[in-house]
């Protein structure tokens, strides 16, 4: 897979709004808006949501 490729599949629904909510949260844990156990709780969902869509998608795919 050349870098175009993997570039395409990175530019993403899921993968935008999942970096986005990550750069969201940690300005505002940065800030001291949101609560560090809120932060883990939130972004452990974020993760593991973009994770488990990548994983299923891959095992469609084989």
Do not use: C, W
């Amino acid at each position: 897979m050349d870098v175009k490729e993997r570039l395409a599949k990175l530019i993403d629904v899921k993968t935008l709004v999942t970096f986005t909510l990550t750069g969201a949260f940690t300005v505002l844990s940065i800030k001291g808006d949101v609560k560090p156990e809120i932060f883990v709780t939130i972004y452990t969902t974020i993760i593991g949501f973009y994770f488990g869509t990548q994983h299923e998608k891959k095992n469609k795919e084989e």
